[in-house]
């Protein structure tokens, strides 16, 4: 608010520099003989009834205290203005004074300003007329030409208008301005190793507004930190555009009855400034997101997506502003081809798995809570780290359930026998996997369409990892479709294929979780499909052990041969 002072300061002097921090969500401009015991006094109360921090001029300044270079301050320390252009709001210098700050807020810094026009035409704030007539006579030429500039400037913005309830106004403010600040950023992991680096190439595709693809797929392995990094960029960037959505874990809520729908709300929702839409259908839903695309510069993050239903569904067929930006988070390799029947480019970003030095430092944080593994545990922590092979979801979970505190020394060597039995555990070859971590990476099992295709998946975790592609498709192309199977498989982010002659590649932790499938069939080796392990095959097969339930066993015959040496 502003006071009738004639005081000579200018808030425009310049006495404080833009600070790295905000004290405010949103400054109060108003003239206090119009509303500050009416409508001002009720919005201030609905701001900070919904976690709003409001500033107005006699809630937070004491008494006593220069009253110009506090108002000043809290306009620059607040990330958002309200300026209530009510009958007598011109006549104040003040008032005036208030509103070039805040614009001039809003040109440098980012400052969202929404203008409440109340029991006032907008026309006779933009042209000056009526109430808004600025003496020339009172003031210096210079002062009148900025006070009306600021004033056909806050004129121009979007607002608001009185009319009917106030309390229906006060409702709407308060939403939007939590909409626009956004104070519900999504929450990401405190530590977020080596995060900068590969938000790098798709920040800079964020804000190329050159023609080309507006849409980007990050791809990758599960707990590889798609959705974190989708998390963090969305974060970063969401400000610069029109309005943004983020819409998470997909393909889980579009099993859920409605789900889908209840998805195309949240998306409409968002796009539109959290006005809340009714959808009866999902065919409707697309029809209005593609109605609400077309004009609007949104940035909108899919997250887990896995079926192309999904995406049609969500973002509809048609084109949509050019300058709009979708990123995709998935397992699927293959995504790229859902576009083809969309007038849509897609760009791919395979995301890269934390390399050794990154893998360390993260598991050191959740372990002991240093960038460095704590004395004595270098070797264990290493070794921890490379069976992780830089899967940021394994490193956390693994490193979080290994915690050490520097206490005293007893605590510290038992920690350490802990840490070699787990090693010990995860060496073993006998399916042995947090549950955790088997859960994110399973999904991916069980998202393959076919039988066959899980079937291979598990033949290929027990027994051919390393193997040959041409191999496996000799072996298993008639009971298994070997040739089809292993390109879902890579495109399911679960196998790789090495070039030049196609070895087959098979992350460490997806082939546990592979192993662990099996051995939880049975307590029992005998009852499971598989055995890999050469100490359960040696046995069952020395005594003559067997059922119908085995697939497929495998057997190192030149260590078979040792064990019988050593039996004679």
Known sequence: MASSSSSSYSPL????????????????????????????????????????????????????????????????ESRASIVVLSENYANSRWCLE??????????????FVLPVFYHVDPSDVRNQRRSFIIEGSKWTEE????????????????????????????????????????????????????????????????????????ALTV???????????????????????????????????????????GLQKQLLGDVLGGRNVMISSV????????????????????????????LSNLLGTKEFHTQSKIIITTRLLDIHGWFRSIPRRCQMY?????????SLELLSWHAFGLETPMEGFTELAVQLAQYCGGNPLALKVLGSSLYVRDEDPWTRNSRMEIWRSRMNSLNSLKGELDSKIQGVLQKSFDSLPYT????????????????????IVTILEDDLYARSGIMTLVNRCLLTLEPPNGKLVMHQLIQDMGRKIVS??????????????DDESYRLLRKGYGSKTIEGLSLNMLTDEQRLRSEI
């Open 98 to 111: 208030e509103l070039v700050l805040i614009l001039k807020q809003r040109r440098n810094f980012n400052h």
């Open 13 to 76: 002097a310049g006495s404080y520099s833009q600070p790295n921090y905000t004290t405010y969500d949103v400054f109060l401009s108003f003239r206090g003989e119009d509303t500050r015991y009416s409508f001002t006094d009720h919005l201030y109360s609905a701001l900070v009834r919904s976690g709003l921090r409001a500033f107005r001029d006699d809630n937070e300044i004491d008494r006593g205290q220069e009253l110009k270079p506090e108002i000043e301050k809290a306009i620059i």
């Open 452 to 471: 066959s295709e899980k079937e291979l998946f598990l033949h290929i975790a027990c027994f051919f990892v390393g193997k040959y592609k041409y191999d």
């Open 350 to 358: 395979e995301l890269e798995l934390l390399n050794d030095e990154e």
């Open 143 to 214: 002062n009148v030409n900025r006070w009306k500039a600021a004033l056909t400037e806050v004129s121009n913005l979007t607002g608001m208008v009185l009319s009917g309830p106030e309390t229906d106004l006060i409702a709407k403010i308060v939403d939007k301005i939590d909409y626009k600040l956004d104070l519900r950023l999504l929450s990401t992991p405190a530590r977020q190793t080596g995060i900068e680096t590969r938000a790098e190439v798709i920040n800079s595709w964020l804000q190329n507004v050159q023609p080309g693809a507006n």
């Open 219 to 261: 791809f990758g392995m599960g707990g590889s930190g798609k959705t974190t990094l989708a998390q963090y960029i969305y974060n970063s960037n969401k400000q610069n555009f029109e309005s943004s959505s983020f819409i998470e874990d997909i393909g889980k809520h579009c099993k859920q009855p409605y789900g889908l729908i």
């Open 520 to 533: 939880e069939e049975s307590k029992d080796p005998a009852k499971r499909s598989r055995i890999w392990d």
């Open 283 to 310: 065919s409707e839903g697309t029809r209005k997101i593609e109605h609400a695309l077309k004009t609007k510069r949104v940035f909108i993050v899919l997250d887990d997506i896995d079926d192309q239903d999904q």
